[in-house]
């Protein structure tokens, strides 16, 4: 029975470890076009954060080499926990929907992840 309630209690543990900051819009636009730029933003929830505590954000598209970040930043210097990036399409990407991954992360590692799926014409 120690075992059951030592796996429980690493469970809660693990998952409030991980809630200390939730995304809570992310826009992006429906297409883009290879050798072309587009912009993406995302708003975070950074009401649980607690002072001294600093972000790092990383966007990726694993299928075609794009990776961005940002951080790490003190997240008081958001202007409406917000945060703006550009990427970069590369030139011969093929058409298609791909994954976006955006990432957020603190400095003791708990992070939150989300896909968006673009489609490239």
């Known amino acids: ?19 200390f900051v939730r995304i809570d819009d992310w826009q992006l636009p429906d297409a883009a076009f290879a050798d072309y730029s587009i912009d993406t933003s995302v708003w975070l929830d950074i009401d649980d954060l607690e002072s001294g505590d600093e972000l ?10 794009v ?5 790490y930043f003190d997240p008081d210097s958001l202007n409406d926990a917000h945060i703006q990036q550009e990427l970069s ?4 990407a093929e058409p298609g929907e791909y ?6 992360r603190d400095q003791d590692g708990n992070a ?10």
């Open 56 to 65: 790092k954000a990383t966007f990726i598209i694993p299928e075609l080499g």
């Open 112 to 121: 939150h992840t989300r896909y968006r799926f673009i489609d490239i014409e």
């Open 1 to 19: 029975m120690r075992g059951i309630a030592a796996i429980v209690l690493f469970v809660l543990l693990a998952a409030s470890a991980s809630a």
């Open 67 to 71: 990776y961005a970040s940002k951080g």
């Open 99 to 104: 994954a976006l991954q955006f990432t957020v």
């Open 89 to 92: 399409i590369p030139w011969d």
